[in-house]
């Protein structure tokens, strides 16, 4: 081990009593500032001499600079300058910038000046490594032992070095405050069910929370036995107000809700762009088609016969999207925020949007009438749907009208509306014309066809849940849908054309054990899946429109999309074999969707559209931005799916012993998940009310089998169920089986059946649920 440097002297002060020199204030500062280690009085006056009748001098002097607050002990009882940390010390590890660096603070901080922001070095050892090391490496929530250095960065001024972990600080959770009779302390349930713990709470620890209450709360360090101990942080008023249903989401997935000043400040001080240096699209009757509650509107839509005598029967279609890349730059405050945020999150009752609204619904939503700047792909097909062309514009438009999809539809089904009506000659028909040009071409190139049912939570302005329903479904969707995708390869045939990097949609084909999976599946219904050949969407539609129409149709399309992989985003193309494409990149949301910004950027540098295209730093760093994105969608998604269990479990809070129809949707060791067909709710039927017989999980059949009955409850079937429980908090549903299952072979022990997670108890004298009938 190398021996350790002496500490430096920045020089003497004013002269003793002794004969020596004592230090000067500078001097100790200086001294401490350049000195790592531990640095008592003792240390300190060994350094610069201090003997005899030089102490007590001496000692004044360190009082004086630590009652001026410009030195202060730390955690180990060395001193050290104020604003200053120790070259090694522990740290939190908070959060995460917007370019996704940890970011931490001090442990212990003396003082009344706030803790500086310590930026967390990446570990080189681990990075790419994770597999081959012992420990994970440190994340949010995370303290950690840590080398400190200076980086003489204004914002960053200190950066971590990890040397090692030593536990988790103070915890997060959200959730339910609730008194405890004749007792000073209160309960914390918490809303995530997968905190299986409850917390006490101290009434000094309240911060004016009551009873009911939906609070935040922070962990607070105690003993490893016992109930675990929290503070409330903030509170957001009663549980039961449904609009507190989304907070829960919010907060449980960590999505930023809230802009930060300078956001804001730039969005407020943009201003609208004009026609200098734009193609004038204004003569053009581009429409927006959403559905009637769109909180934005960011793509239009025109075609028309194509008058090019080489291509008789073909059609010119324009897509055009709000150019939101000429008001958010790259590196501005609004781009590193809408980075961290990734997309948009869309919940029943609110939005939390990735750019402010002064840019999503104000600047870059395309309202009729208005001149807007838009960035447009003009594209050229033939009579059978194959493009034979396309061309980018940077323009200004102005929207002819904003019509929902149903009243688009009903024009076409001559049923036509005051505001759609004039529209219906000039502009709707020949839009459906070349939409159905385009089907042909989306026909045979045969992408995967599932048509899963979407189910829509309607909410009064008083955030009151007012039923809910099976949307609609309407082909003007289907037409919307086919224009955006042909937009969307054209961005990545473009951007590929002009050499520049660009974000991928990407989706890989099934992995194969998944294949061999839904192939033992199928041949339990007498269905052939050839899982040894190349595998094509086309070989799961056949085997959907096979079973389309029958009792069995539900279940296959879940077991074929649950066979399906993850669609992510890479700037690394595979393809996207859902589409059946072999280059896709999202362009038309950028309001919306962090990639379709960067898309628009490194079309704008391809097409030299401007100064405000992608830049070097944006464009050698796609990969995180990738890897960051897919994460964010991927929570904004579980996301929206917490709340609306939750709506919905507060909708049928008043309906406990109601009886539902519905289908299993899952099976498990545990029990049966069955999707509810009124409301698309899912509940859950444990294994323990299911009946007296032992069951076993055949994971082929995605089923549970009794072992002396051979009663069956398999994925898909139809059931008849009870509401037990409604727990909105949680979003949990218990249901009570009353039909339903059928009858088949006594389950053996061998295969691919694993024992369930316990016997049911005795139901009626047979020992098995009902038998499916008509009960009324």
């Known amino acids: 081990m190398a021996e350790r440097s002496k500490p430096k002297k920045s020089g003497v002060g004013k002269k003793s009593k002794s004969g020596g020199r004592l230090p000067s204030r500078d001097d100790i500062l200086k001294f401490i500032a350049e000195n790592g280690g531990k640095l008592g009085k003792r240390e300190i006056g060994r350094a610069f001499g201090i003997k005899g009748d030089d102490r007590l001098p001496f000692k004044q002097l360190l009082k004086e600079l630590k009652d001026e607050g410009l030195i202060a002990k730390d955690e180990t009882k060395s001193l050290r300058r104020?604003?200053?940390?120790?070259?090694?010390?522990?740290?939190?590890?908070?959060?995460?910038?917007?370019?996704?660096?940890?970011?931490?603070?001090?442990?212990?901080?003396?003082?009344?000046?706030?803790?500086?922001?310590?930026?967390?070095?990446?570990?080189?050892?681990?990075?790419?490594?994770?597999?081959t090391v012992d420990e994970p490496p440190a994340g949010v929530g995370d303290r950690v032992l840590a080398r400190i250095e200076k980086t003489g960065d204004e914002t960053w001024p200190f950066e971590a070095r990890v040397i090692r972990r030593v536990g988790k600080g103070a915890e997060r959770v959200m959730g339910l405050f609730r008194r405890v009779k004749g007792a000073k302390i209160a309960r914390l349930i918490p809303v995530d069910k997968k905190v299986r713990v409850e917390f006490e709470i101290g009434l000094d620890d309240a911060n004016g929370a009551e009873d009911g209450n939906l609070v935040l709360a922070e962990t607070i360090p105690g003993k490893r036995h016992g109930t675990p101990r929290a503070r409330v942080r903030e509170v957001f008023g009663d549980s039961a107000d449904p609009r507190s249903i989304s907070l829960i989401a919010i907060h449980t997935h960590g999505i930023p809700d809230a802009f930060p000043d300078d956001v804001i400040a730039e969005a407020e001080a943009a201003k609208h762009h004009g026609l200098k240096g734009r193609t004038d699209l204004r003569d053009i009757p581009l429409i927006t088609i959403d559905p009637p509650d769109a909180r934005d509107h960011d793509d239009a839509v025109w075609a028309a016969p194509d008058d090019d005598p080489k291509n008789e029967g073909g059609v010119v279609a324009i897509v055009a999207i709000a150019d939101v890349a000429a008001y958010v730059k790259p590196g501005s405050p609004m781009d590193r925020e809408a980075r961290k945020r990734g997309n948009s999150t869309y919940f029943p009752d609110r939005v939390v949007p990735m750019l402010p609204e002064r840019i999503s619904n104000d600047l870059c939503s395309l309202v009729d009438g208005e001149d807007r700047a838009c960035f447009a792909v003009r594209m050229v097909f033939d009579r059978n749907g194959q493009k034979r062309g396309h061309e980018f514009i940077r323009g200004l438009m102005r929207s002819a009208a904003s019509l929902s999809y149903k009243q688009v539809q009903q024009a076409i089904d001559g049923r036509p509306d005051d505001i759609a009506g004039p529209l219906l000659e000039p502009v709707l028909k020949p839009l459906w014309a070349a939409y159905r040009i385009l089907a042909k071409a989306r026909e045979a190139r045969g992408p995967l066809d599932l048509d899963m049912p979407e189910y829509k939570i309607d909410i009064d302005a008083e955030g009151r849940i007012g039923a809910i329903r099976v949307g609609e479904k309407h082909e003007s969707m289907k037409l919307i849908e086919e224009f955006m995708i042909q937009a969307n390869v054209c961005a990545a045939e473009s951007a590929e054309a002009r050499h520049r990097s660009v974000i991928y949609r990407i989706h890989d084909a099934p992995a194969r054990e998944k294949l061999v999976a839904l192939a033992e599946f199928l041949a339990?219904?007498?269905?052939?899946?050839?899982?040894?050949?190349?595998?094509?969407?086309?070989?799961?539609?056949?085997?959907?429109?096979?079973?389309?129409?029958?009792?069995?149709?539900?279940?296959?399309?879940?077991?074929?999309?649950?066979?399906?992989?993850?669609?992510?985003?890479?700037?690394?193309?595979?393809?996207?074999?859902?589409?059946?494409?072999?280059?896709?990149?999202?362009?038309?949301?950028?309001?919306?969707?962090?990639?379709?910004?960067?898309?628009?950027?490194?079309?704008?540098?391809?097409?030299?559209?401007?100064?405000?295209?992608?830049?070097?730093?944006?464009?050698?760093?796609?990969?995180?931005?990738?890897?960051?994105?897919?994460?964010?969608?991927?929570?904004?998604?579980?996301?929206?799916?917490?709340?609306?269990?939750?709506?919905?479990?507060?909708?049928?809070?008043?309906?406990?012993?109601?009886?539902?129809?519905?289908?299993?949707?899952?099976?498990?060791?545990?029990?049966?998940?069955?999707?509810?067909?009124?409301?698309?709710?899912?509940?859950?039927?444990?294994?323990?009310?299911?009946?007296?017989?032992?069951?076993?999980?055949?994971?082929?059949?995605?089923?549970?089998?009794?072992?002396?009955?051979?009663?069956?409850?398999?994925?898909?079937?139809?059931?008849?169920?009870?509401?037990?429980?409604?727990?909105?908090?949680?979003?949990?549903?218990?249901?009570?089986?009353?039909?339903?299952?059928?009858?088949?072979?006594?389950?053996?022990?061998?295969?691919?059946?694993?024992?369930?997670?316990?016997?049911?108890?005795?139901?009626?004298?047979?020992?098995?649920?009902?038998?499916?009938?008509?009960?009324?």
């Open 524 to 776: 339990t219904l007498n269905l052939s899946f050839a899982k040894g050949e190349t595998v094509r969407p086309a070989n799961f539609n056949r085997i959907l429109k096979s079973v389309d129409g029958t009792e069995h149709d539900r279940m296959v399309s879940d077991v074929i999309l649950r066979s399906q992989a993850q669609a992510v985003y890479s700037p690394d193309n595979i393809g996207h074999f859902g589409l059946n494409l072999r280059r896709y990149a999202h362009f038309t949301s950028p309001i919306r969707r962090y990639a379709d910004l960067t898309v628009h950027r490194a079309l704008v540098a391809g097409l030299d559209f401007g100064k405000d295209g992608q830049t070097d730093d944006e464009a050698s760093g796609l990969a995180e931005i990738a890897e960051h994105i897919s994460m964010t969608e991927r929570r904004s998604m579980l996301a929206e799916r917490d709340s609306k269990d939750r709506f919905i479990a507060a909708f049928l809070e008043a309906r406990i012993g109601a009886e539902f129809r519905g289908r299993v949707a899952g099976v498990t060791r545990f029990g049966l998940f069955v999707k509810l067909d009124e409301t698309g709710a899912d509940g859950f039927v444990p294994i323990s009310t299911l009946g007296g017989d032992f069951f076993h999980h055949d994971e082929i059949l995605h089923a549970l089998v009794g072992e002396r009955t051979g009663l069956t409850y398999r994925l898909g079937d139809g059931v008849l169920v009870r509401l037990v429980e409604a727990v909105p908090i949680t979003g949990g549903l218990r249901l009570e089986l009353l039909e339903g299952g059928s009858e088949g072979k006594p389950a053996g022990r061998g295969g691919n059946r694993r024992p369930a997670a316990r016997r049911g108890p005795p139901r009626g004298k047979q020992g098995t649920a009902r038998k499916a009938k008509t009960r009324r």
């Open 82 to 131: 104020v604003g200053e940390l120790p070259p090694v010390t522990v740290i939190e590890i908070t959060h995460t910038d917007t370019d996704g660096d940890l970011i931490a603070r001090p442990v212990s901080w003396p003082g009344e000046t706030p803790p500086p922001q310590i930026v967390v070095a990446p570990d080189m050892k681990r990075r790419g490594k994770h597999e």
